[in-house]
């Protein structure tokens, strides 16, 4: 019998996003199992990538919405592509056993907090929202990290998230030049 949390008809999408940005590792489980979740996980970067790009709407306009949108969908494959190549190869724990759509799925839905990026619209706390939803993402995502890779330790987490965020900087910066001008 599988020891693996099951996706159950009861579990919507909305329920999962709320669940996964209050940092259940469960849920995290259930969508590295889940190989339909990979859509779901696109999806919850699409809206915090759009939200962030509302939010931002002062700044880069409309063609901002997609810019971020792109963005984050390059830096979302990208960064999950890092965190499996060093999870897995470099720094894995004794029961890790994952792959790219595990790390997409999960921290696809580590990008949920980022929603609150809408809220970047009242500009009195603007940057007190991107801060915190930043920082809430991070967290989320060495949650994301840990499950998918099936970790028994935090800190491990962590170190596949400092050593791959440089890298997944200098490539996702390669992407997004490649990619054409900022819209200004």
Known sequence: MSTEPQPTAMTSFPQRMLRAS????????????????????ACVVVLASAAAGVGALENHGVAGILWYTVAALAGWYIWALVACEIGTRLLPGP????????LLRTIGFSSAPGILRIFALVTPIAGFVFVLSTLWMLVAMV??????LDYDSTLRAIAVCAIGFPVYAIILGITLLLMGPWPI
């Open 143 to 148: 949650v994301a990290v840990r499950q998918a």
């Open 95 to 102: 029961e890790t056993v994952s792959d790219h759509g595990e």
């Open 22 to 41: 209050m940092l259940d590792a469960e849920v995290y489980e259930e969508v590295e199992a889940d190989r339909g979740a990979t859509l779901q996980a």
